[in-house]
């Protein structure tokens, strides 16, 4: 249930960047994202706050923004390009 909330939160964070028009890629934002929110789960399951099977509201914020702050690297460096 846990990895639930970290994909929805990862997918949240996609659809958000979205508001944004500048340096938009659509496919690799959405995989960056996901990747983003896998590796910021397991990162709060370290940091004991959520887990595999627990839902967590720390968790889902933790990748939430960890996913957006991917997202936000991924627009910079296309744009700098």
């Not at 939160?9 to 496919?27: E, K, L, S």
């Not at 914020?61 to 627009?75: D, E, P, Q, S």
Request: charged share 10%.
């Amino acid at each position: 249930m846990g990895v639930v909330v970290w994909l929805a939160a990862g997918g949240a964070a996609f659809f958000v960047a979205r508001i944004v028009p500048a340096g938009r890629r659509t496919a690799a934002e959405a995989i960056a994202a996901i990747v983003a929110a896998a590796g910021a789960g397991v990162a709060a399951t370290a940091l004991d706050f959520g887990g595999w099977n627990e839902p967590d509201w720390r968790a889902g914020l933790f990748v939430f923004c960890c996913a957006g702050a991917t997202i936000g690297v991924i627009r910079l460096i296309r744009l700098a390009a």
